[in-house]
């Protein structure tokens, strides 16, 4: 399955197949991004990052994606599970105001059995 | 290893009280952000502290809103004279330091009822 940024809030995906989640940012002087995974009633839990100076990076069943020419960044989720669902944010920052993460609105991802 | 402490989850005051919010970082943390969080909405900025300093409150309403992170205890985010608006779920995140290789990482949340 696979969301297209804010327009489809919600993404529902069969178990075992690809999640996709895209975020489209706005301020190109951004040079760090974040997914945070949100669960009901629990803090935003940290998945992967990347720096604007890659173009690709992978985790554990995650691989985050980043084109700074369109100002889009996506998360693949790998072989979904249960679990992984979820309220899913992608977070910006810049250099000249690290601590300062700018958040998007989320997408809620729904995985059926 | 702790994670992020935050307390208490649940808080309810009524208009014109004071909220106080309590954050122990993770072991090893010096830096400390807070967060705003509606209902079906993104997280918001607040501020940003370390030790005893803010580095950035670009975020924080300029009025009954403070934060503290003293040398010792938990950093404290306080809102005096509390109104209905203020009802939300605050977050406290994190960090070793500065850096993409020092990402922010969250508690569980304060969530704010004003009756």
């Known amino acids: 399955g696979e969301s297209v940024g804010l327009h489809l809030p919600t993404l529902s995906v069969q178990e075992g197949d690809n999640s996709i989640i895209n975020c489209a940012y706005s301020n190109s002087a951004s040079d760090y991004f974040i997914w945070y995974k949100q669960e009901s009633g629990k803090g935003p839990q940290f998945i992967i990052d990347?720096?604007?100076?890659?173009d690709k990076r992978q985790g554990q069943r995650v691989t985050v994606l980043l084109n700074k020419t369109v100002k889009h960044l996506s998360l693949q989720i790998a072989a979904t599970q249960p679990g992984d669902s979820a309220v899913y944010f992608c977070?910006?920052?810049?250099?000249?105001?690290?601590?300062?993460?700018?958040f998007g609105a989320g997408t809620q991802v729904v995985v059926t059995p | 290893n702790a994670g992020v402490m935050q307390n208490p989850r649940h808080l309810v005051r009524r208009r014109g009280q004071e909220a106080r919010l309590r954050c122990s970082p993770m072991k090893g943390h010096s830096h400390v952000y807070w967060y705003r969080q509606l209902p079906e909405e993104g997280l918001k900025f607040m501020v940003y502290l370390q030790k005893e300093n803010i580095i950035d409150e670009s975020g924080m309403p300029k009025e009954r809103f403070s934060a503290e992170f003293p040398k010792e205890g938990p950093s404290i985010l306080r809102i005096q004279q509390v109104v209905r608006g203020d009802s939300a779920a605050y977050f406290c995140?994190?960090?070793?330091?500065?850096?993409?290789?020092?990402?922010?990482?969250f508690g569980d949340g304060t969530r704010l009822s004003i009756l």
């Open positions: 995140a994190s960090s070793a330091g500065q850096g993409s290789n020092q990402p922010q990482h």
């Open positions: 977070a910006e920052s810049r250099t000249d105001s690290w601590g300062k993460l700018q």
């Open positions: 990347i720096r604007s100076n890659m």
